[in-house]
Nanobody, 128 residues
Framework: QVQLVESGGGLVQPGGSLRLACAAA????????IGWFRQAPGKEREGVSY????????YYPDSVKGRFIISRDNAKNTVYLQMNSLKPEDTAVYAC?????????????????????WGQGTQVTVSS
């Protein structure tokens, strides 16, 4: 009955922006780490943004740093991913995942296998 549902994906031109949302049902996203991951055909799954819902700390890999912003609204039990200055190489299926527990994401975010719940993903296509 735990469900993570992503929304906000779509087609956007290079340089454009999208905001993805990850809404949780059946679980409260407090004291958790929420990660956004993406996977494109022929590529490995890549974590792009992480947030600790307990203290609000975030972590971004270099590939998206300065362009993506992750945030959470605990009242809405939702985590957002604001994606700016999008590039064609950002094209992928984006999924959110929840790790129930606290982790110092400044040192090492949870590995994909550690996450307790996954959404089914939403397609983001960056193309002219």
């Amino acid at each position: 009955q735990v469900q993570l549902v992503e929304s906000g994906g779509g087609l956007v031109q290079p340089g454009g922006s999208l905001r993805l949302a990850c809404a949780a049902a059946g679980v409260t996203l407090d004291d958790s780490v929420i990660g956004w991951f993406r996977q494109a055909p022929g590529k490995e799954r890549e974590g792009v943004s992480y947030i600790s819902t307990s203290d609000g700390s975030t972590y971004y890999p270099d590939s998206v740093k300065g362009r993506f912003i992750i945030s959470r609204d605990n009242a809405k039990n939702t985590v957002y991913l604001q994606m700016n200055s999008l590039k064609p190489e950002d094209t992928a299926v984006y999924a959110c995942a929840a790790f129930e527990g606290r982790r110092n994401i400044a040192t090492m975010p949870p590995r994909p296998y550690e996450y307790d719940y996954w959404g089914q993903g939403t397609q983001v296509t960056v193309s002219s």
